[in-house]
């Protein structure tokens, strides 16, 4: 007789979604979502909708750090702002979740938060390189 080892059962669950099929989520959601799978590139529109974004080719991953990198020198020159890397997720007003490829942000309401203790409005520049497929 064969028997099969018992798979253990875990609060995680793992499936393929094909592209044709959407998944809606809330934003309490997706904060959850997100803080279970950190190595994973999360991001959530305005509707709703999940977007999963896979990892770079390494010619895409070599443009995307060499704009992060002139965007970071300005950023340390001109002293005005700060520039976040792709790891980075900015809340849009209009719901949406986005993690863009580089982003600066000026530092002026970073410096009313702290006096006023509230959320700033902030003014963005996103950066969103095209995807090259190429082997990882």
Do not use: C, Y
């Amino acid at each position: 007789m064969v028997q099969i080892p018992a798979i253990p059962e875990t609060d995680n669950l793992q499936i393929e979604l094909p592209r044709s099929i959407g998944l809606s989520i809330t934003l309490e959601q997706f904060v959850e979502l997100e803080a279970a799978n950190r190595d994973l590139r999360l991001e959530r529109t305005a509707k709703g909708e999940l977007i999963v974004n896979p990892p770079t080719g390494w010619e895409t991953g070599n443009r995307n750090g060499r704009i992060n990198q002139q965007l970071f020198n300005w950023a340390d020159v001109d002293g005005t702002g700060i520039a976040f890397d792709s790891s980075t997720g900015f809340r849009l007003p209009n719901g949406a979740i986005r993690s863009p490829d580089a982003s600066w942000v000026s530092q002026k309401p970073f410096l009313m938060q702290s006096l006023m203790g509230e959320t700033p409005r902030v003014h963005l520049i996103f950066v969103k390189t095209s995807l090259i497929k190429h082997p990882i």
